[in-house]
């Protein structure tokens, strides 16, 4: 009769470090035995279980005396654990027999081995891997071996399969265990991971590593490195907080605009450099001196100039999870920058300002705009949730460890920013380069002085024509040195992002532009057919005196402008399809309009005629004439209220009752 006795234990070990021995020390005497399943390298992911047995001679253990069967695993040849197994059961013929099912749960190599207990003389036997040895062997060959999980088998690259015991690199489902110095220079995936003590992984700059499960680094701040250069900076997504060294390339002579990705460091992380926070209520950048000052974790951001190219360090544990930070909207600073609070991206990755309020963002009377620092533009870039498209290169993603301005709603006073893991992404652009095309949008960009800045145009149906929180960005001032460019909406905001819907209320749109030097500037557009323009497109230089026609993204303009000049120098007059109404149907393509104390007419085709404008009295107020011009402006002078401009041209006729503020 063959009597099987089996057990099932489940083991979770601490992860010890590992090196490989050729030999193992046993005790003084050995036991011959024979294995029912052999004691073969086994290979099996983590939590999975699998079966040790052993088959010995009737003569060696005596049951009734408490004899034992166990089994041991190491990771280092020393510190055994091992677990015995109180009884045993005949097996075939004089022989004994017992097996076990175990299963384990952190990833590694192991060795295995057996060993017998003799209860009648208190001896043990022990086996590592042969099929038997002699008694009073003083030492034994250890190469039965447990690969658990992906594990690595020598120093090297994580996408290079030679590293990796099996020689097949790991997958999103792959349970990795780090064993070895390995470096990150692709982009990786892993369910869980772990590093054992005295064992570096490092991720390489611009690449990145996603563990979506538990994540255990044994090998402390030394263990985890997350790199930084000129090129970009390493992107690491994990959920457990470990211990990691993160690093923060830093160009010389400029400023950068940080957070910190670890909990509670140092302003020393950053010393010989010079650091500042901002202060709403003030509206003033304040330094910090002391490097013993605790940098807050919780979403804050910093500014930080260095005169020499650098690379900071924050060691610590990573942040993950949730953060908040508390804003506020003060009276009393200068009314451009009321409501303006520093913010920084908290973790070693990206985050996404287009997720949702509720799946990872929670956004409480904050307007939807972010501000992110352009050396290059000398200005701020800035976006707007799900716009598709910002100014100065700046979209929805804000790097790692990234400072950013967020505004809070003058309504509310307070509010609160909370960002959790589930706004967080791989992104290692370090200067944004992508641009989803969006419909309805029109960019205008002033180049001069060796800076730049933009605004957006935006034609939108759920806008109003006066500052929208949940549409339009305010205008956040640059370098004094660079060119500013904002529009103006109905109710007075400088705008970066202006959005509007389609209506005669709003269709001269204001264009302000402030400059730190008289100098040759440079005006663009780009993206005309998206704005759905076709035709009677005007820019109006009121310095100049002059109308500039828009016909397609090759338009430039150029000219000099100095710091005190009016800084509301151009006017942007919209076209046909913006629903300006025209009395008389047989002429679409003329518009004739009023802006502030002026009267435009506007048309597709050259204007041989004469322009007549009367006060609701019927007495004649101003006359003019137009020769073969497709645009006129009128000077109403001191003339205030409605008016009715009637035009003559070579047999037309057409009336429009205007209002003159």
Request: with cysteine.
């Amino acid at each position: 009769m063959k009597i099987i006795c089996t057990t099932t234990k489940l083991i979770s070990l601490i992860a010890l470090f590992f090196f490989f021995s050729n030999s193992i020390f046993a005790y003084p005497w050995g036991h011959r035995y024979v294995t029912e399943q052999a004691n073969q390298n086994i290979t099996v992911d983590i939590n999975t279980s699998f079966t040790v047995s052993v088959e010995w001679g009737e003569g060696d253990w005596d049951a009734t005396e408490g004899s034992m069967f166990g089994y041991g695993l190491t990771v280092d040849g020393s510190g055994w654990i091992w677990v015995d197994l109180p009884w045993f059961q005949d097996g075939e013929g004089s022989n004994k027999r017992c097996k076990t099912s175990i299963s384990i749960s952190i990833p590694g190599k192991y060795y295995y081995a057996y060993r017998m207990k003799k209860a009648s003389n208190g001896g043990t036997s022990y086996s590592f891997g042969t099929d038997s040895w002699s008694e009073n062997s003083g030492t034994l060959n250890a190469y039965a071996t447990l690969i658990v999980g992906k594990v690595s088998a020598m120093d090297g690259d994580w996408s290079s399969s030679s590293t990796w015991e099996g020689g097949s690199v790991p997958s999103s489902a792959s349970n990795v265990a780090i064993l070895h110095n390995v470096y990150i220079s692709t982009n990786e995936t892993a369910a869980t991971l772990i590093i054992y003590s005295g064992i570096s992984l490092s991720i390489n700059p611009t690449k990145s590593l996603t563990v979506s499960g538990t994540f255990t680094n044994n090998a402390g701040i030394s263990g985890l490195v997350i790199e930084s250069d000129a090129t970009g900076t390493g992107s690491l997504i994990e959920y457990n907080g470990v211990s990691a060294t993160v690093e923060r390339y830093l160009t010389d002579d400029r400023w950068h605009y940080v957070s910190a990705p670890v909990d509670n460091p140092t302003a020393g992380v950053f010393m010989g450099m010079y650091l500042k926070y901002w202060d709403e209520p003030t509206s003033v950048w304040t330094y910090i001196t002391n490097p013993d000052y605790i940098l807050a974790t919780d979403m804050m951001g910093y500014a930080l100039w260095t005169y020499n190219t650098a690379t900071a360090t924050f060691t610590g544990n990573l942040n993950t999870g949730s953060k908040s930070l508390n804003v506020t909207n003060t009276d009393g600073g200068p009314w451009q920058n009321d409501g303006f609070n520093f913010a920084g991206n908290p973790y070693p990755s990206a985050i996404n300002w287009n997720v949702d309020d509720g799946s990872g963002w929670a956004r409480t009377n904050i307007d939807a705009a972010i501000y992110i620092w352009n050396h290059a533009f000398g200005n701020y870039g800035v976006y707007t949730k799900d716009a598709g498209t910002g100014t100065n290169d700046v979209d929805s993603i804000i790097p790692p460890h990234q400072g950013f301005f967020i505004h809070c709603d003058s309504a509310a006073g307070t509010a609160t920013l909370n960002v959790n893991n589930g706004a967080r992404v791989h992104n290692t652009k370090e200067i944004y380069k992508s641009e989803p095309t969006l419909q309805n949008i029109l960019k205008l960009i002033i180049s001069g002085n060796n800076y730049s800045d933009e605004i957006i145009l935006n034609k939108l149906a759920d806008a109003t024509v006066n500052f929208d929180v949940q549409f339009d960005a305010l205008k956040l001032r640059g370098y004094e040195s660079a060119p500013q460019l904002y529009s103006v909406s109905k109710d007075s905001k400088d705008l970066s992002i202006n959005s509007f819907p389609e209506t005669e209320e709003y269709n001269v749109i204001p264009i302000g532009l402030e400059v730190g030097a008289l100098n040759s500037y440079t005006l663009s557009i780009s993206k005309l057919a998206e704005f759905g323009s076709s035709g009677n497109l005007y820019m109006e230089d009121k310095k100049e005196g002059i109308f500039l026609k828009i016909e397609n993204d090759s338009f430039t303009y150029s000219f000099t402008a100095d710091p005190s000049d009016d800084p509301m120098r151009f006017l942007l007059h919209l076209n046909g399809e913006m629903g300006i109404e025209t009395f008389d149907t047989e002429n679409p393509d003329l518009r004739i309009y009023a802006f502030e104390n002026d009267v435009y007419i506007n048309s597709n085709s050259n204007i041989h005629g004469t322009i007549t404008v009367y006060d609701l009295l019927g007495k004649i107020v101003v006359q003019s004439g137009m020769d073969g011009e497709t645009i006129k402006k009128i000077d109403m002078g001191n003339h205030k209220g409605f008016m009715l401009v009637t035009m003559f041209d070579e047999g037309r006729y057409v009336n429009k009752k205007v209002f003159i503020r």
